[in-house]
T-cell receptor
Framework: GAVVSQHPSWVICKSGTSVKIECRSL??????MFWYRQFPKQSLMLMAT?????????EQGVEKDKFLINHASLTLSTLTVTSAHPEDSSFYIC???????????FGPGTRLTVL | AQKITQTQPGMFVQEKEAVTLDCTYD???????LFWYKQPSSGEMIFLIY??????QNATEGRYSLNFQKARKSANLVISASQLGDSAMYFC???????????FGTGTKLQVIP
């Protein structure tokens, strides 16, 4: 089956620093990848849609200058949380849609804690 | 805009019995897809089943089946012969807009009792 990896799986950082999270589709190509955020006991909230080779589309209320997304290849998208603050602490999950299909496959998630 | 509603925050089911998790949706897009995902306590999202809006037959994947009633805009998940490992959060989701945007429901926490 389609596998999506995320790295790191868990990160703690100091307030004011930047953190980069990688999302990779391991055995398929993904023209489109999605980034979600999930607070404890809540549903996933779409942050942005990332298309290979073009700018990401951000959902309303998501600061594009704070959450930088780069989708440089058909198998890799990165999310950089810039100048992280404690309120950015959350579970970040990416998903990848295999080119030509409808199904999204999710990564295992990255738990970010900002001190 | 599209919307997914899961009205059951939590459900209990006896092991080996069947359980239905409810999901209703709303969209003005004539073409859409419906998903169910499982999220164990470890956090990863596991794809279970998919139903396209034009699919004539209800989707089935092993013990999972999707009871798709288009006129009622419902897409309930049926899990047959529940197992202890089925205990998890279950999310219903809809994909619309040329299959670009996915919206999730609030989830149902299922607990299987031995």
């Amino acid at each position: 089956g389609a596998v999506v990896s995320q790295h790191p799986s868990w990160v703690i950082c100091k307030s004011g620093t930047s953190v980069k999270i990688e999302c990779r589709s391991l055995d398929f190509q993904a023209t489109t990848m999605f980034w979600y955020r999930q607070f404890p006991k809540q549903s996933l909230m779409l942050m942005a849609t990332s298309n290979e080779g073009s700018k990401a589309t951000y959902e309303q209320g998501v600061e594009k200058d704070k959450f930088l997304i780069n989708h440089a290849s058909l198998t890799l998208s990165t999310l950089t949380v810039t100048s992280a603050h404690p309120e950015d602490s959350s579970f970040y999950i990416c998903s990848a849609r295999e080119t030509g299909t409808d199904t999204q496959y999710f990564g295992p998630g990255t738990r970010l804690t900002v001190l | 805009a599209q919307k997914i509603t899961q009205t059951q925050p939590g459900m209990f089911v006896q092991e080996k019995e069947a359980v239905t998790l409810d999901c209703t949706y709303d969209t003005s897009d004539p073409s859409y897809g419906l998903f169910w995902y499982k999220q164990p306590s470890s956090g990863e999202m596991i794809f279970l089943i998919y139903q396209g809006s034009y699919d004539q037959q209800n989707a089935t994947e092993g013990r999972y089946s999707l009871n798709f009633q288009k006129a009622r805009k419902s897409a309930n998940l049926v899990i047959s012969a529940s197992q202890l490992g089925d205990s998890a959060m279950y999310f219903c989701a809809i994909i619309t807009g040329g299959y670009q945007k996915v919206t999730f429901g609030t989830g149902t926490k299922l607990q299987v009792i031995p």
